[in-house]
């Protein structure tokens, strides 16, 4: 079963910043949309933003200007750069490949 791996998440300071990777084996991002979900804890999962094969992009309005969704396709891995980052963007972030195939995730924290 194909199944996306999520990494790059940590714990930082508010302004700081972290890149989040997703690597999809047997995948590749030059087919599938692919989307960056969060979750806070006790909050229901949310979209943060997807990049499309042609590679159009599109971000949730609380993360625009301040998260940037890239990918390389020959290494079949999408990047979310997150820059000025605030501690309500602390959550567990979802890599979903093809819309349907979901990563473990990879935790988010920002506090002082």
């Known amino acids: 079963q194909v199944q996306p791996v999520e990494s790059g998440g940590g714990s930082v300071q508010p302004g700081g910043s972290l890149r989040l990777s997703c690597t999809a084996p047997?995948?590749?991002?030059?087919?599938?949309?692919m989307d960056w979900y969060r979750q806070a804890e006790g909050a229901q999962r949310r979209w943060v933003a997807f990049?499309?094969?042609?590679?159009?992009?599109s971000y949730e309005n609380s993360v625009k200007g301040r998260f940037t969704i890239s990918k390389d396709d020959a290494k079949d891995t999408v990047y979310l750069q997150m820059n000025s980052l605030k501690p309500e963007d602390t959550a567990m972030y979802f890599c979903?490949?093809?819309?349907?195939?979901w990563g473990q995730g990879t935790q988010v924290t920002v506090s002082s």
């Open positions: 979903k490949a093809c819309g349907q195939y």
């Open positions: 047997g995948l590749t991002s030059n087919t599938c949309v």
């Open positions: 990049i499309a094969t042609g590679g159009k992009t």
